[in-house]
Nanobody, 118 residues
Framework: QVQLVESGGGLVQAGGSLRLSCAAS????????MAWYRQAPGKQRDLVAT???????NYADSVKGRFTISRDNAKNTVYLQMNSLKSEDTAVYYC????????????WGQGTQVTVSE
């Protein structure tokens, strides 16, 4: 199995920035596709950004141009740089690791809270 630990969340004013980190252990990190999701109170968990094992990135329309996902395979870590934060970005952010051709390889972190104030 893979263990994922998110960090870097906190309270920030609108227009500010945060960088989230997700540290992985327990398996071969470089073969996994990685993603960030978020879930606001009373809402479903939504996909924010993805980065494949080959480095290809995709973003939800709501964060495109403001957020950047990246990975450092040497450190077994994926990052989410969040700029120009809005109150609508307030949520618990979760890291996910998966192998697309085997649904058994799908792991989640515990989440980190991001709160954006006006």
């Amino acid at each position: 199995q893979v263990q994922l630990v998110e960090s870097g969340g906190g309270l920030v004013q609108a227009g500010g920035s945060l960088r989230l980190s997700c540290a992985a252990s327990g398996s071969t990190f470089s073969v996994y596709d990685m993603a960030w999701y978020r879930q606001a109170p009373g809402k479903q968990r939504d996909l924010v950004a993805t980065i494949t094992s080959g480095g290809t990135t995709n973003y939800a329309d709501s964060v495109k141009g403001r957020f950047t996902i990246s990975r450092d395979n040497a450190k077994n870590t994926v990052y989410l740089q969040m700029n120009s934060l809005k109150s609508e970005d307030t949520a618990v952010y979760y890291c996910n690791a998966k192998v697309i051709y085997n649904s058994a390889y799908n792991f989640w972190g515990q989440g980190t809270q991001v709160t954006v104030s006006e």
